[in-house]
C-alpha cells in the first residue's frame, strides 16, 4: 500500500524552476493531444519513471487525453475512470517533466468520485511551468482513503 508522497517522485518546484532557459517546444514532438492508458490498481510495485510515468499492467482503468492548446502555456486534460473503485474520492495529480530536466513537478489538479460502478470523469486546465516548458506529461489518480488505489497513466509528449 502506498502513500500520498510515495507516488510521484518530485523535487519542489522552486528546484525545477531555478534552472531557466529560452522556451521552445519539443522538437518532434507530435500537436494535437494525445491519449493514454491508465493502468493499476498499484503501479508503484510495476514502477514508474518521471519520464515514462506509470508501466503497464495487465488492467487497465480508463484513460487520460492530455494537450496544450493555444499559446501552449497551459495542459488541458479529461481523465475517464473505468472499473475503479466504486463511491470513492480519487485525488488526480499532475506530473510534467522539462526537456533535459531530471525530476518532475507535480501537482493537483483536482478529484474525482466514482459512481457504484467504479466510473468517473474529470475535465481540468493546468498551467505549465516557467521556462524551458515541460513536454511529458502523466496523470496518477489516487484514493483518498483508505488509499487502497493507485492509478497512473504512462507519460505522453507534447509539443
Excluded at 510521484?8 to 492508458?37: E, F, I, N, T, W
Aim: aromatic share 6%; glycine share 10%.
Amino acid at each position: 500500500m502506498a502513500s500520498a508522497s510515495a507516488f510521484v517522485r518530485c523535487v519542489p518546484a522552486a528546484m525545477v524552476l531555478a534552472v531557466l532557459g529560452p522556451a521552445s517546444p519539443a522538437l518532434g514532438a507530435p500537436g494535437g493531444s494525445q491519449r493514454a492508458a491508465i493502468f493499476g490498481p498499484e503501479v508503484e510495485a510495476t514502477g514508474n519513471t518521471c519520464a515514462g510515468g506509470a508501466s503497464p499492467t495487465l488492467t487497465t482503468f480508463g484513460s487520460v487525453v492530455l494537450n496544450t492548446p493555444g499559446k501552449e502555456t497551459t495542459v488541458t486534460g479529461k481523465v475517464t475512470l473505468k472499473h475503479a473503485t466504486p463511491s470513492a474520492t480519487f485525488q488526480v495529480t499532475l506530473a510534467e517533466k522539462e526537456p533535459g530536466g531530471l525530476e518532475c513537478r507535480s501537482f493537483l489538479v483536482g478529484t474525482i468520485t466514482t459512481n457504484r460502478k467504479g466510473s468517473a470523469k474529470l475535465q481540468f486546465t493546468a498551467k505549465r511551468a516557467s521556462p524551458p516548458l515541460p513536454t511529458r506529461f502523466w496523470v496518477s489518480v489516487l484514493e483518498e482513503s483508505p488509499f487502497a488505489e493507485l492509478l497512473a497513466s504512462s507519460a505522453v509528449e507534447l509539443d
